[in-house]
């Protein structure tokens, strides 16, 4: 599939720094005076300060022609000036004009892959869809109108690791900024969550814990709840625990039906996950320790 390339929401290139280190004097002040060192046009520039954990984050997009180097350049010599902020201290460079591949695992919703291929078909999202990993063939058809190959991974009762196995072979051949677990409804192994650490983003209703298993929105419909939602995370070996990306919520009332609040549920969940990939693949989420500094 060629999807058009988006270097962001005005079509400039930027180069896209992050940080986040111990906070400290002098940090804003070495970032300025490295960026106008380098010649860096800065476009966008967000800080935020922890007082709970001491760290310090940001973000900062630079005119890509606004610094005489390739990217490559660049974030060597910011590694010379991250040094200075100590051994802790998580940072990256990258280019928005570099092609960024998303891979797609699904089981037979189809509300969310519908609407990640769309926007990237339209162009509107900063990624290709590589290919679609399923564990039916429910959506085999879907997938293949867009031009995006799919792959049948069976998941026998007996016999999971090995399809897990062939799962991350064939993910792993499209080495994928993202794999996103659109409505995935397989739960990933320990190992593969850690392979696949700040790159697995999954979305799930916001019921939990509250409402577990099977028919969730049929559970909170006989409780009468009031508010249903999505959240998206990354994943972890911790059960729909990993660090939250974005969230949303829609009030209801006594007269939706159950069938009302699924259908509400997959509107909100269609958002909450474009808005969580997208600010992934453009480096908008800094995670440190359970939590995430997301710069909008």
């Known amino acids: 599939m060629s999807n058009s390339q988006i270097s962001s929401s005005d079509g400039e ?5 992050t940080l986040g280190c111990p906070d400290r004097t002098g940090i804003v002040a070495a970032l300025a005076g490295f960026l106008t060192g380098v010649g860096g046009w800065i476009t966008e520039a967000a800080y935020h300060s922890d007082p709970s954990t001491g760290w310090f984050f940001t973000r900062q997009a630079v005119r890509a022609d606004s610094v005489a180097m ?6 060597g010599r910011f590694a010379e000036v991250a040094a200075m902020f100590g051994p802790e201290a998580e940072w990256s460079v990258t280019d928005s004009g570099a092609e960024k591949s998303v891979v797609l695992l699904v089981s037979k919703d189809s ?8 926007r990237a078909e339209r162009g509107d999202f900063p990624a ?6 399923g564990n039916h063939r429910d959506l085999e ?6 031009g995006v190959p799919f792959h049948h991974v069976p998941f026998p009762k007996e016999g999971k690791a090995e399809a897990f196995a062939e799962v991350q072979r064939i993910v792993e051949g499209y080495d994928p900024n993202a794999i996103v677990l659109a409505r995935f409804m397989q739960i990933l192994p320990a190992d593969l969550c850690e392979a696949w650490a700040g790159r697995a983003i999954n979305i799930h209703h916001s019921f939990l814990p509250s409402f577990v298993g099977a028919r969730p929105y049929h559970q909170a419909f006989d409780r009468g709840v009031k508010l249903i939602g999505a959240t998206c995370h990354y994943v972890t070996a911790d059960l729909d625990a990993g660090p939250i990306i974005e969230q949303d919520v829609s009030r209801i009332d006594h007269g939706y039906s159950a069938a009302d609040m699924v259908s509400q549920g997959r509107d909100i969940e269609t958002l909450v996950l474009a808005r969580g990939v997208r ?7 800094l995670v440190h320790d359970r939590k995430t500094v997301v710069f909008q």
């Open 70 to 75: 390739p990217v490559e350049e660049f974030r």
């Open 13 to 17: 290139r930027r180069f896209v720094l």
């Open 128 to 133: 290709q869809v590589s290919a679609v990993v």
């Open 141 to 146: 058809a879907l997938t293949t109108r867009f």
């Open 111 to 118: 509300h969310c892959l519908t609407d990640i291929l769309s």
């Open 279 to 285: 600010w992934h693949l453009e480096h908008r989420v």
